[in-house]
């Protein structure tokens, strides 16, 4: 599998940092996790083949996880030539087909329908759902809001976790047992902490008592882009840390 960090910033506006979106690829599967603003500028800039997504996975409804969503579904309907055959699919928490019929009934009938066949589904935590014969997802409940999820994809050679957003979960870490690779929201530094995001020493504890292999950070406001994240996860976690940029890539086991 492999990871790209598309975006690695949040509702803030940055120059450097999109809002929250990840690309993982393995074969024919293209996943984004989340799609906040300004993804799908990355993803042809980093010459993603975004024409080709087959999923996208939503951890929850702040608009800077899924705000470019209805972009893409427009983006695919008129500038894939030729037109587009293949499904294209939108996971997320339960609640995630409300929140697209109430999309469309702004946007439009195009955004369910858009010309090729769509399906949304919510995901029950705690049911692996196939996304093809080696691909499975999984789902968590996390400290954020009501509906927030962790998500996790796990292949034969190895199993990504991403947090989401979240506070610090010692139940979040338990599900994430033994990850190859924690992507894990860094929002704020330790000065500025809150309940619902974790600071950079917050996800280093989490990587820690996960066992992780490898944590790499995401989610950064402006605040804790500064304050050597990598620094401070690392000083809790012994494995190796990554401060992720827009743009950066990962392998998740031998591919
Ligand atoms: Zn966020
Ligand atoms: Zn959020």
């Not at 406001?221 to 304050?227: M, T």
Request: net charge negative; aromatic share 8%.
């Amino acid at each position: 599998m492999e990871l790209v960090t598309v975006g690695t910033g949040t509702v803030a506006p940055s120059g450097s940092r999109t809002s929250a979106c990840h690309w993982v690829g393995r074969g024919n599967l293209k996943i984004l996790l989340d799609c906040g603003a300004g993804a799908l500028h990355r993803l042809a800039q980093f010459g993603l083949p975004w024409h080709q997504i087959t999923h996208v996975v939503l951890s929850h409804f702040h608009p800077d996880h899924w705000g470019e969503l209805p972009m893409l579904v427009y983006a695919l309907k008129y500038t894939t030539v030729p037109a587009r055959q293949e499904p294209f699919v939108i996971l997320g928490p339960p609640g995630v087909v409300r929140l697209l019929k109430k999309l469309a009934d702004g946007y439009g009938p195009w955004l369910l329908d858009p010309g090729f066949p769509i399906g949304i589904l919510d995901v029950q935590g705690g049911e692996p759902f196939p996304l093809d014969k080696d691909v499975s997802l999984e789902t968590f409940p996390v400290p954020h809001t009501q509906e927030s999820v962790a998500l996790s994809l796990t292949a034969p050679e190895g199993r990504l976790v991403y947090t989401g957003d979240t506070g610090p979960s010692s139940k979040l870490a338990r599900w994430a047992a033994g990850a190859d690779l924690l992507l894990a929201e860094c929002s704020l530094p330790a000065e500025l902490a809150m309940e619902m995001h974790l600071t950079p020493e917050q996800a280093g504890d989490l990587a820690r008592e996960a066992a992780a292999r490898r944590l790499v950070l995401t989610h950064f406001y402006p605040p804790v882009e500064n304050s050597d994240p990598a620094g401070k996860a690392g000083a809790r976690f012994t494995g190796p840390v990554t401060a992720a940029r827009d743009g950066d890539r990962f392998t998740i086991g031998g591919r």
